[in-house]
């Protein structure tokens, strides 16, 4: 993926505050985006259509944006979304629909100034103040389902090619959430309930995401520190807000549940920052994915000029640990050129999305690998890349290799089709239907989708 943030709150890369109102002027606007991310090689956008509890879609649960007209609620004369993937795909451009899933509001507590079809209005006791702003309470099994219900819309009624989520889930640490804790914390720590309380949204998400059409991809942004080594040897070696703490976010648990296709963390530093040093951050995500199916993009913050500047050298480094991607944050900065950002994302070569399948099995393939051959998975210099291991030990020592994968391969129907495999999975005899099919099933020409 070589993608880019396309904000919408505060009319801050689209659409502009001066075109509120105007159709046209919103739709010429964002054909011009199009237009400059397309010449510099950018594949994917990730667009903000649900910014605080409202939404740039034609909705029967949130109210059109305030972002689009200026009043909340008011119809703005055309399909924002539908626009947008209509024009993105007559250029090959993926988009992913990038959602808020708990703000209500980025100032103001005043329940009454929202549309009258806000779901906050409408049910007060779901909204937690903080900061002079409103979110949901992600503790309320009701805040829960009216996300997944948002998510599930969306994924029903257009063409979309993912659903994004930032980082924003809790608001912070002293809120006023003691109702919820008490009525559904069942015996847990606060800090435990709000994990959970979290993770069951994501997971929820992600099911009904797949449910309705498996081919969109579901990714989350998270802050790039999950924790640091100070509070668990297992962090990273920073020192900076830790979102598994700070909001409650624990980005490893979603990654070994599989409950994403995507994780791309905002390492927004750069090289050599004392609080949170690139080089350090990059190696640690690249090994929470390790053996998992859950991809790993960087999101890079260009709005720093010391980062803009050293983008390129950023790349390189992700590319040393086997990561195939980037979100840049965000468009404005793109236009404005800081640090000569444009030449460099130019130069930015990642594999292209016609051969995501490809890549997707050689991940597999490496990660059955990995899975079977421990020594190497812990090894410093092959765990991210184990075809060179092979080459370089493996064949020598009479290791299993890494056949190709039919990009037919589906992993549910494999073990369906197969029975005898799906009970051998299950009592433990393979790891998975990959496991025995590259042990077995390729030389018996088994069935491996439907």
């Known amino acids: 993926m070589k993608g880019v943030w396309i904000t919408t709150v505060y009319n801050q890369d689209w659409p502009s505050s001066s075109s509120k109102g105007n159709v046209e002027i919103q739709k010429s606007e964002f054909i011009n985006i199009l237009e400059d991310v397309m010449s510099l090689g950018i594949d994917t956008i990730v667009v903000q259509i649900r910014p605080k509890s409202d939404a740039l879609y034609k909705s029967s649960i949130n109210p059109w944006s305030d972002i689009l007209t200026g009043v909340q609620g008011k119809d703005p004369g055309y399909d924002p979304l539908e626009f947008i993937l209509e024009e993105s795909h007559k250029r090959n451009i993926k988009v992913h629909g990038w959602l808020n899933p708990y703000r209500v509001t980025t100032s103001g507590t005043n329940l009454s100034v929202l549309s009258e079809n806000n779901f906050a209005r409408n049910n007060p006791q779901t909204v937690i103040k903080y900061n002079n702003a409103m979110f949901y309470n992600p503790g309320l099994p009701e805040v829960r389902e009216y996300i997944v219900n948002t998510v599930a819309e969306i994924v029903r009624n257009y063409n979309i090619d993912g659903i994004h989520f930032d980082d924003y889930f809790y608001p912070g640490e002293n809120i006023d959430d003691n109702d919820a804790y008490r009525r559904y914390g069942n015996g847990v720590s606060l800090g435990d309930f709000r994990r959970r309380s979290v993770d069951e949204m994501v997971k929820a998400c992600y099911e009904v995401i797949k449910s309705i059409n498996g081919n969109v991809k579901f990714g989350i942004s998270p802050r790039g520190i999950w924790k640091n080594k100070s509070s668990d040897v297992s962090g990273s070696n920073t020192s900076g807000s830790e979102s598994y703490y700070d909001i409650y976010a624990d980005t490893r648990t979603w990654i070994k549940n599989s409950w994403l296709n995507y994780v791309a963390p905002q390492v927004y530093w750069e090289i050599g920052n004392k609080v949170a040093d690139y080089s350090k951050l990059i190696p640690w995500w690249a090994n929470e994915v390790i053996n998992t199916n859950v991809k790993l993009y960087i999101g890079q913050g260009i709005y720093k000029e010391a980062v803009a500047r050293e983008l390129l050298k950023q790349i390189e480094l992700n590319k040393k640990y086997n990561i195939n991607g980037s979100i840049l944050f965000s468009y404005i900065d793109i236009k404005k050129n800081i640090g000569n950002v444009k030449d460099q994302i130019k130069s930015i070569n990642y594999i292209n999305d016609n051969e995501e399948m490809n890549y997707s099995m050689y991940v597999f393939s490496k990660n059955w690998y990995l899975n079977k051959y421990l020594d190497v998975a ?51 005899i393979f790891v998975s239907g990959i496991d025995h099919y590259l042990q077995y099933g390729f030389n018996e020409s088994r069935k491996v989708s439907y």
């Open 378 to 428: 812990n090894s410093p210099t092959y765990k991210y890349d184990p075809y060179k291991h092979y080459v370089d030990y493996g064949k020598k020592e009479g290791r299993l290799p890494l056949p190709p994968i039919p990009e037919e391969y589906n992993e549910g129907a494999y073990l369906k089709l197969n029975p005898d495999v799906n009970e051998a999975v299950k009592n433990g």
